[in-house]
């Protein structure tokens, strides 16, 4: 096997081997020739080829939001390395492990003048866990070791993006068949366990008849059967979910902002809870957090293994500890309370299912019915993403089947990578993936598309409304040439030629009467990827959505 010559190159690889970091995803350039030769020769790797590291960084991102472990990108220096920054970033705040590594010149060619050459050390400072400077030298190579174990740790310990900058000299495509190296590989630490009582807390918790569990972005299958039962069955608990939670039960609320849009001051008093417990990443709902902002619960308390947002504004406790040994010290100390918080809630989520139902029979073309034709229709099992920032808010109104995987990049919930971040996760996923995005972010990201991986069950629907549909939907003024211009951004592209040209299967809906058929016909082809462009008026979504809030009363 030939090997680069560059000790550095052969400890970085040496190690990502002994970590388990087996999916490499590289940019060509020459800077870094010595990672792609050290990774690309050595058959322990899955190595991918992709030129736009945008889209690299997505797509290893969405790889490792599947495998639940480090995927590596690999590109050369300058500007490339800034690329991968709207992923690292999304890394960051979605707990994905991403791991960068970057070449670059010897320090003494940094603001010299030379080409391809900008100051790479710690250029991701605030968004990255970690970023390991390694220098160029015989003499430096352990403390390279050292940092370079760092940095890799501290993916897999705390889920999230590291940067490992690698300065290399020319000659850089040298190589050997020796192993000039043998670094040493310090083990990644395990957890800590929570060595406090919980019993305090379960006193307060059985003394209420008002508690609220809020869910946020979780992995499917995150939380043990026998705990989601517990907590449904107990009827001062009310436990709100999202789509991306990948937690459902009868006995949830699983369509917040169906649930309270509707509510006057009187109902949301009533909703208030004493005790809000919270898990999983990110809240997408905004109505529930002005809610809770404005209803403040007595105390909230969060539970993350790494970090806790104050999103409420009323943090009283952060257990840092998993959610499942969380609910394993916790279930065991508490009682149910009788209360009527959970029928009464329960109630009114029966009654705006009906009126939902009923909603959905009287609409015209729109976003909304589109939405309602795909899910009613949607294939079984599935991974689904999604993409910002309409789409993500209308999936969360209907019923999706309970055994779909739902993901969405919801860190900073940019329009700038959910498709390359689609193709990374159906690559790493047994299941065929259905991908739904909105124009713009489709168009934004179009280069995800130009990758040799995508797998021949991956299919996607463009719903293109000729521009940002949520701008329609969010207030302010509709009827200006600034609207059209610089918020809703109106375009007339279709997705059809990119189709053409990246080798996907191309069909499209341009009204009611072809809509049911159409999508069926989507999710039955089966030759190979797919997409299906959806075209809706966008003078009319909006209005048809704003209408819905207010019918389901
Ligand atoms: C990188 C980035 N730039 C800008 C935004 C602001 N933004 C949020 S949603 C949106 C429009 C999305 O439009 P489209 O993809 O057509 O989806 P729709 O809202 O119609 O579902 C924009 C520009 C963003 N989230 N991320």
């Known amino acids: 096997m030939k090997l680069s010559n560059k000790i550095l190159s052969q400890a970085l690889v040496q190690l990502c081997l002994d970590k388990g970091i087996n999916h490499i995803v590289i940019s060509p350039g020459s800077r870094n020739a010595p990672l792609t030769i050290g990774f690309g020769e050595n058959p322990n790797f899955k190595c991918f080829s992709i030129v736009d590291e945008r889209c690299a960084a997505f797509f290893a991102m969405g790889m490792a939001q599947q495998l639940k472990k480090p995927v590596a990108v690999v590109c050369t220096s300058g500007s490339a390395l800034l690329n991968y920054y709207p992923a690292i970033a999304e890394a960051y705040y979605s707990d994905i492990p991403l791991v960068v590594l970057s070449a670059d010149r010897p320090s003494k060619f940094i603001d010299i003048g030379d080409g391809q050459t900008i100051r790479q050390e710690n250029v991701f400072d605030k968004h990255i866990l970690y970023s390991a400077n390694c220098k160029e030298g015989e003499e430096y190579q352990v403390s390279n070791e050292t940092e370079i174990n760092i940095a890799l740790n501290t993916a897999i310990e705390l889920n999230g993006p590291v940067h490992v900058n690698i300065p290399f000299s020319e000659p850089l495509y040298q190589t050997t068949d020796q192993s000039l190296v043998s670094p040493q590989n310090v ?3 395990r957890p800590e366990s ?13 003394s209420s008849k008002k508690k609220m569990i809020l869910v946020g972005v979780l992995p499917p299958n995150s939380l043990e059967e026998k705990m989601i039962e517990e907590l449904a069955k107990d009827e001062s608990v009310l436990v709100l979910t999202e789509t991306t939670s990948n937690l459902d039960h009868s006995n949830f609320i699983c369509a917040i902002d169906q649930l309270i849009a509707p509510l006057n001051e009187a109902e949301f008093k ?10 999983g990443g990110l809240v997408v709902s905004k109505k529930i957090k002005a809610f809770l902002r404005s209803f403040p619960p007595k105390e909230h308390w969060h539970v993350d293994a790494k970090k806790a947002n104050d999103t409420y504004f009323v943090l009283s406790k952060h257990f840092k500890i998993t959610i499942n040994d969380f609910f394993k010290s916790f279930l065991p100390n508490i009682v149910a309370v009788s209360s009527e918080y959970q029928k009464d809630w329960l109630q009114v989520k029966q009654h705006r299912l009906q009126r939902h139902k009923e909603y959905e029979k009287e609409i015209p073309y729109s976003d909304f019915m589109v939405f309602s034709n795909i899910f009613e229709n949607f294939p079984n099992p599935v991974q689904l993403q999604l993409s910002n920032s309409a789409t993500i808010r209308y999936a969360q109104l ?15 919930s940019g329009i700038d990578g959910s498709t390359s971040t689609a193709i990374g996760a159906a690559y790493a996923s047994s299941l065929t993936t259905v991908f739904i995005t909105g124009d713009l972010s489709f168009f934004y990201d179009s280069n995800a598309l130009w990758n040799n991986h995508i797998p021949r069950s991956f299919k996607i629907i463009v719903i293109n409304n000729g521009g940002g549909g949520i701008f329609r939907i969010l207030p302010g003024n509709k009827d200006s040439e600034h609207f059209d211009t610089y918020f809703e951004t109106k375009h007339n592209l279709t997705a059809e030629h990119l189709s053409k040209m990246y080798g996907l299967s191309y069909s499209s809906i341009r009204e009611d009467k072809n809509l049911k058929i159409g999508i069926q016909n989507f999710f039955n082809y089966s030759d190979g990827p797919a997409l299906l462009e959806i075209f809706t008026p966008s003078t009319v979504n909006d209005k048809v959505l704003i209408d819905y809030f207010k019918f389901i009363s």
């Open 194 to 206: 929570l060595n406090e009582s919980l019993l305090p807390y379960a006193e307060k918790w059985n």
């Open 270 to 279: 009533k909703l208030q809870p004493e005790i809000l417990l919270t898990f």
């Open 398 to 412: 209907f019923d999706i089947p309970d055994s779909a995987e739902v993901f969405c990049n919801r860190g900073t």
């Open 187 to 189: 083990l990644p630490r």
